[in-house]
Structures are given as structure tokens and as C-alpha cells.
């Protein structure tokens, strides 16, 4: 691998007991959001919560993981895939980026496929709004299964 890039991944507060394990696997196999690091060592340098509704700790953490040499923070997919989905994702990312400089992507492991069946019937991601939230972690079937 050719180069390194530091990792921050903030997730929903909701599930804060998470230990994080989709994240994980699809940092280690390069699936979902990650996929676009295929070249590159990862590290990663920080992993909470928001802090709950809204979002409070969104400030104090990026300051904190670009302080760990956070290059690039993940939003993480359970953002999205909660129900409701997070009402605050674009807020955070736009902050994020403004207020430290970095570049953050929306997602980390591959949608499971329960989720997108789920949210395809009760019609939440219509919105042209989600598509470009949704894209990093939009993989093939096989895929999204495998994350259920």
C-alpha cells in the first residue's frame, strides 16, 4: 500500500453500545464507504458517538480526531440506516468540513440489505436529498446481505 490515511468515525448515539464491528469489517475488507481506500493503509484514530440529538459532541470530537491526524471522517452508516435517519447528518458534515478542514464522507460498511428493504417500503430515502448520502455505502446484493 502506497500511502496512509487517518480515520475518524462518528456514529449515532442511539446505538452507542455498538463495538463497532460492521464498521470495522468493512474498513479491514474495503467494502461499503471504505471501498475507496483500496490502495491506501487505514488508521484509525477515533470512534464515538454524536452525543445524541443534536448531536452535541459532533464539535468536541472532530476537534479531538483531527488533533489524532484525522485526514478524513466517516459519518458512520447506522446515521442513515436508523429510523428516523439522522435530521442533523448534512449539519454535521457541512460543520465538520467548515469548521476543521477535513473531509468527511457519509457511511462506512455497506447498507444491509434488511435496512434498504425496510426504508424502500416506507418510501425515506425518495428524496433526491438521499442519494448522494446513500451512494458510498450502496453496494451489490450480495453485499448488502452479507452486512444484515
Not at 448534512?90 to 426504508?119: C, M, N, S
Not at 433526491?128 to 446481505?145: F, G
Request: net charge neutral; with cysteine; hydrophobic share 35%.
Amino acid at each position: 500500500m502506497s500511502n496512509k490515511v487517518k480515520i475518524g468515525i462518528i456514529i449515532c448515539d442511539r446505538y452507542r453500545t455498538c463495538a463497532g464491528g460492521k464498521c470495522l469489517r468493512s474498513m479491514r475488507n474495503r467494502e461499503g464507504a471504505f471501498a475507496q481506500y483500496a490502495d491506501a493503509e487505514l488508521e484509525l484514530v477515533g470512534y464515538t458517538t454524536c452525543d445524541g440529538c443534536p448531536g452535541g459532541n459532533v464539535e468536541y470530537t472532530g476537534e479531538e480526531m483531527v488533533k489524532n491526524g484525522a485526514e478524513v471522517i466517516h459519518l458512520a452508516t447506522g446515521l442513515v440506516v436508523g429510523y428516523p435517519p439522522c435530521p442533523y447528518i448534512q449539519t454535521f458534515k457541512a460543520f465538520l468540513e467548515k469548521r476543521y478542514g477535513v473531509r468527511v464522507v457519509v457511511g462506512t460498511h455497506p447498507i444491509p440489505q434488511k435496512y434498504l428493504d425496510l426504508h424502500t417500503s416506507l418510501g425515506t430515502w425518495e428524496d433526491a436529498k438521499w442519494q448522494p448520502l446513500l451512494e458510498p455505502t450502496m453496494t451489490d446484493e450480495a453485499t448488502r446481505k452479507a452486512y444484515n
